[in-house]
């Protein structure tokens, strides 16, 4: 699998309307590795127009070692908008997220697995 084959994923995936819901949810996903533990898995909307909106997914996790220069996050990077991000508020402050912009649907466990799986893919798990 390519980071291109990651984005053409979702883009089929996201092919609709934003919808207006947004989810915060701890137990719909368990990943963990030497790299991270994820606790939770979250969206939000941003409105960027005045009837348009756009959705951020969040994969919230405490960090066990850095894994942003890894070369298949930075793949990723190159086609996806991607980051991470300091969590400063809520629940598990002080922890990250990897956040990814620019999407419609709320993210589900496949998705959010596929992405994972393949930042960590081949990286001396």
């Known amino acids: 699998m390519t980071a291109n084959d990651i984005k053409n994923k979702i883009e089929e995936y996201n092919n609709c ?8 949810n701890e137990n719909e996903i368990f990943y963990e590795n030497q790299y991270i533990r994820v606790y939770r898995l979250d969206s939000s909307n941003k409105w960027t127009g005045p009837d348009t909106m756009e959705k951020m997914w969040s994969i919230i996790f405490k960090p066990k070692k850095s894994f942003i220069s890894l070369c298949t996050y930075q793949e990723l990077k190159k086609v ?16 990250y997220g990897i956040r990814i912009y620019g999407m419609k649907r709320e ?3 496949e998705i959010v697995k596929m992405i994972l799986n393949f930042i960590f893919a081949n990286n001396n798990l």
Do not use: H, S, Y
């Open 107 to 109: 993210p589900n466990c």
């Open 80 to 95: 996806l908008k991607i980051r991470v991000t300091k969590v400063e508020k809520g629940k598990f402050i002080g922890n």
């Open 17 to 24: 309307q934003t919808q207006r819901k947004w989810k915060m």
